[in-house]
Each structure stands twice: as structure tokens, then as C-alpha cells.
């Protein structure tokens, strides 16, 4: 395959990959299905920054989120059904299922783990050490500005914590079981090795005091902004939205099964990150994976970064300290360094 | 497939079941028909005196019959026709049946957990309470915001007491519906899974003959 050159780097050498916005899909049908598939986006965005912003405070909760979130995937799921993006990632009773147990796993035991060891607990023991009442202006500030700092805070940690996870082989370990997934749905998000999950949770965002009304912003941004990079529905995105924002086009380079585009496209919600930082690749793709589309299961995604970790270090002391001759060779790490 | 048999509590993972085929066709025919069902990357196949039996280890994503890890197909004749019967053995359908005791157990750690710290908390609750510093200031809305009429936010010392602090740390309520929600999903999975199985195996069947 020739590939595509994306500056310096050469984009779907090894799996095809579309480089280019000209170049992608568009909707297909008549014009309602056009209208709901162009401007669905950007409306919901709109409706979740209106609603979070004159709730009433009682209503203006956690608890309300979570309710929200809830009939939120199940009308995305309803969207993948009418609308899919490739006939290759449709959804299946068993993929839903499994899908349904990590994002079941996230609520409940690694929720419960979260809470002794989470960013939570590092903000507050670090919101100890210092006066931070000199930050209390940004309080002050307008909500939504608030709120788009708070959202553009986190992504840009989680930008740097996604982009290293690329780099450095003990982090890569716990991220590739992520880059197993051969599809892309509603779900996916969550399925991953719990200390990936972990990791990638890991918010800088919790330093300043910020209004409440405003996290809820920046959640509903990151609702309907984020939610949406690993979805199987045809969008005709907005051309200003997929300049701001990551997409699932995005998204779907980024988990190619070609080994530069993986290197591409690390945001959750603001690809803007992407393009300051020139890692930034426009266009999308079909075949997804490692290994050839190798899909793992959950058993193999719990212990990989484990397994993989002692074998590696078994190998590399061996070579190190064995003679040389001595113990298994060094599996061929797919991380060089930039 | 194992020596032991288990009447009734096998149905969870195991399906039999039948598709009428034309009495006509041979054995050989109604296999190779099949055939493209079943030749999947990570699946073995075996003819054995006239029963197909096949494994898949960790089947793909979209692989049809990827909810059924073994199983045995073979013709029978019945009555004046003929059908393909199956017996089809699922992992999947076996881990989302005990899926539910997970989060049950999740829910129980919960409370469990809650207990636990409450008891440790009673003890140090004296030390605790020099921590009552002056109350948190109220915040006010920029004023932009108050022009557009969103809510001012509310007065951090007429904040009742902090509810969370009694229910402990912990909730179990959503490993409770987790479970409920997997039960639901067994269900759904159990039903669907076989009959989309019949009309994938009676399409095959029905279908033009393989070219060879």
C-alpha cells in the first residue's frame, strides 16, 4: 500500500486509511435523514449547554446526569441501528454485552477503588498544601468560560497522558488492550484494562475552585462532544465542528490498523490539541486493530499489561545481565521513541 | 459433548434445536452449504461419520456464530422430511448468566466497605470536630450570567448536612440494577442468539449451492 504523506509521516502504508475531509463518506438517503444526520450534533450540543445552564438548582445534580447519560446511550444505540457508518461494526448481542460489563466494571468496583487512589484524592491532598483562595477569581469568570476551561484543562491532560500511553512502552502496555477493539460503538469508551482506565482518569482539571453549574457544563460538553469518537453512525459533521472538535473520523485513524495513523488524533474533545501539537490527521478508517484485527477478549484485556510487562522485563534482564545469549530475545517494541 | 448429563440447568448455555432441510439433499450438500458459516478465521472443523462439529477460539467481532464457541450439527430424517439438528454450546451466554452474582457481590463489597469505615470513623469523630472551620463564602455569578437568568448557586451554609456522610462512602445501589440490567441482557441473548441462528442456518440451507 502507498500511503498517504500527512507532513513528515507516511498515513495507511500498512491498512487503508481515508486522508483527507474531501475524501470520507457522506450521509445517504433523502433530505430528512440528511437534516437529522448533518445537524444532530451541534443541536444536542446546544441543548445540553441550555439545559445545564438554567436548571434549577435541585435539578442541577449529579444524580440528574447520570439519569441524562442513561437515556443519552440508549438514543445513540438507536442512531447506530438507523444509521451505520460500515456494515462491519454493527453492533451484536455478544460485543453489546461485553461493551455493557466494562462500562458496568467503570460504575461499580473500579468507581469503588477510584476513590482511595483517584485524581480526587491527589487534588485534595494538594488543594491542602496550598492557599488556593488566590484562585477564587475564577469563580468569577462567566459559567461557560468556566466551563470550556475546565473541559480544555482535562482534555489537554488526557492529550499528554494518551500521547505518552503511545510512547512509552509500560504505559503502552496498558493501553493496547484498547487498540484490540476491531469496531467502533456507543460503549467502547470503556473497554480497556482497568489501570488504563485509571490512568486516563486522571484529571488536572480539579485544581481551581470552580461553580458546580459549571463542572455540569463541561460534562455536557464532554457528553456531547466526546461521546460521540467511538460511535458506528454516518455524520455529515460541520466543517467548524470537526476543526474544533474530535469526531469519530478522527477517532477511527487514530485505531487503524495502520501503525503511523495509531499516532495521530490523541484528544477526547478538543482536536484543536491535536492540531497545535502536529499530530493531527484528517480522515477516517474501516479496518481497525491489532495483530490483523486479533479481537481480545475480556479475560486476555484483564492480565495483557501484566503478562506482557513480566515478559518483557524477563527478556530484557536476560539480555541485559544473561550474556546476551541467554533467555528469550526482546519482542520488538512498536513505540519508538520521537 | 462432556460425560455428564445435565437436563434442565444446561439450557442456559446449551441450544438444540432443528431447521427442516429438503429430503432430498445429502448430507455432503447441506454441510457444504453451511460451510461458509463456519469457515471463520480461529474455527476447526470436523466431519465425524456424519456430524459436523466445530470450536472457535476467541471468534471475531463480527463472526455469525461468534455467541457459539462448539458445536455439533447432523441430518435427521423425520416423518416424511428431513431436518438439520444442532447442539450448540455457548460461553458467552454461561458468563452473562453469572455476570448478575458479580455485581451482586459488588454491591455487597459496597455496604460491606460502608460498615467497615463507619465503624472507624465513630472512634475518631471527636477528633474530627475541631476541623469546623468558618463557613465556605457564598459565590456569586458573574454578571454576565445573571443577565442571561441562570441560577445563582446555592448558600454553602444552609446546606443541610451532609447526606453522604451517613450513607457512607460507597453506594450499592448500582451494583443492584447492574445486576438486574445482565439479567435483562441474558435474557434478551438467550432468545435472540438461537433464532437468529435458525434463520442463518435455514438461509444458508436454503440458498443457492456453493460453487466448488
Known amino acids: ?338 | 459433548m462432556t460425560g455428564l448429563s445435565l437436563p434442565l440447568i444446561d439450557n442456559i448455555w446449551r441450544v438444540r434445536g432443528e431447521v427442516p432441510i429438503d429430503p432430498a439433499m445429502s448430507a455432503a450438500e447441506a454441510f457444504a452449504r453451511i460451510d461458509p458459516l463456519l469457515r471463520t478465521p480461529g474455527t476447526a472443523l470436523s466431519d465425524d461419520g456424519g456430524v459436523l462439529t466445530y470450536t472457535k477460539r476467541n471468534p471475531q467481532a463480527q463472526d455469525k456464530l461468534a455467541t457459539f464457541t462448539r458445536g455439533r450439527m447432523w441430518i435427521e430424517q423425520a416423518g416424511a422430511g428431513a431436518v438439520m439438528r444442532f447442539d450448540l454450546f455457548s460461553h458467552a451466554l454461561l458468563l452473562c448468566f453469572l455476570t448478575p452474582l458479580l455485581f451482586l457481590a459488588f454491591a455487597q463489597m459496597a455496604i460491606a466497605i460502608n460498615e467497615w469505615e463507619a465503624a472507624g470513623a465513630e472512634a475518631s469523630e471527636k477528633a474530627e470536630k475541631k476541623d469546623e472551620m468558618k463557613p465556605p463564602a457564598v459565590k456569586k455569578l458573574n454578571p454576565v450570567d445573571e443577565f442571561l437568568g441562570a441560577p445563582a448557586p446555592e448558600d454553602p451554609s444552609k446546606k443541610k448536612k451532609d447526606k453522604k456522610k451517613d450513607e457512607g462512602r460507597h453506594s450499592p445501589d448500582e451494583g443492584y440494577v447492574l445486576a438486574g440490567i445482565f439479567a435483562a441482557i441474558y435474557l434478551v441473548g438467550r432468545w435472540l442468539e438461537p433464532f437468529l441462528v435458525r434463520r442463518r442456518l435455514r438461509a444458508a440451507l436454503a440458498g443457492p449451492p456453493p460453487a466448488t
Open chain 1, 1 to 338: 500500500m502507498a500511503g498517504v504523506q500527512v507532513g513528515k509521516r507516511i498515513i495507511g502504508a500498512d491498512a487503508p486509511v481515508t486522508v483527507g475531509w474531501e475524501n470520507i463518506g457522506k450521509v445517504e438517503g433523502g433530505p430528512i435523514k440528511q437534516f437529522v444526520f448533518t445537524y444532530f450534533q451541534p443541536v444536542m450540543l446546544f441543548a445540553a449547554i441550555a439545559f445545564w445552564y438554567y436548571a434549577p438548582n435541585w435539578l442541577a445534580v449529579a444524580s440528574t446526569a447520570i439519569a441524562i447519560r442513561l437515556g443519552w446511550t440508549i438514543t445513540l444505540l438507536v442512531l447506530e441501528w438507523i444509521n451505520p457508518r460500515y456494515e462491519s461494526w454493527q453492533l451484536t448481542w455478544k460485543e453489546f454485552a461485553t461493551d455493557a460489563f466494562y462500562v458496568a466494571l467503570g460504575m461499580t468496583f473500579l468507581r469503588m477503588v477510584d476513590s482511595y487512589i483517584g485524581d480526587g484524592v491527589m487534588v485534595e491532598a494538594i488543594q491542602g498544601a496550598f492557599d488556593w483562595d488566590k484562585f477564587n477569581w475564577f469563580t468569577g469568570l462567566p459559567l461557560l468560560v468556566q466551563a470550556v476551561i475546565i473541559s480544555m484543562i482535562f482534555d489537554f491532560g488526557q492529550y499528554w497522558m494518551h500521547r505518552a500511553m503511545h510512547n512509552w512502552h509500560p504505559l503502552w502496555l496498558t493501553h493496547a488492550p484498547h487498540h484490540y477493539i476491531t469496531q467502533l460503538n456507543v460503549q467502547k469508551g470503556a473497554v480497556g484494562n482497568p489501570v488504563e482506565l485509571f490512568l486516563i482518569g486522571l484529571g488536572i482539571g480539579g485544581f481551581f475552585d470552580f461553580l458546580p453549574r459549571a463542572f455540569l457544563l463541561a460534562g455536557a460538553i464532554g457528553m456531547t462532544v466526546s461521546v460521540y469518537q467511538h460511535i458506528n453512525v454516518r455524520f455529515n459533521t460541520p466543517s467548524w465542528w470537526r476543526f474544533i472538535f474530535n469526531t469519530v473520523e478522527h477517532h477511527s485513524v487514530h485505531h487503524s490498523q495502520d501503525y503511523e495513523a495509531t499516532r495521530s488524533n490523541y484528544s477526547g474533545t478538543w482536536i484543536i490539541w491535536d492540531r497545535m501539537f502536529g499530530t493531527c490527521v484528517d480522515g477516517e478508517a474501516e479496518v481497525l486493530g491489532m495483530e490483523g484485527g486479533r479481537r481480545m477478549d475480556i479475560g486476555e484485556t484483564m492480565i495483557f499489561p501484566f503478562r506482557e510487562g513480566w515478559r518483557d522485563s524477563k527478556a530484557w534482564f536476560a539480555k541485559r545481565f544473561g550474556g546476551g545469549s541467554g533467555g528469550g530475545t526482546m519482542q520488538p517494541q512498536l513505540e519508538p521513541a520521537e
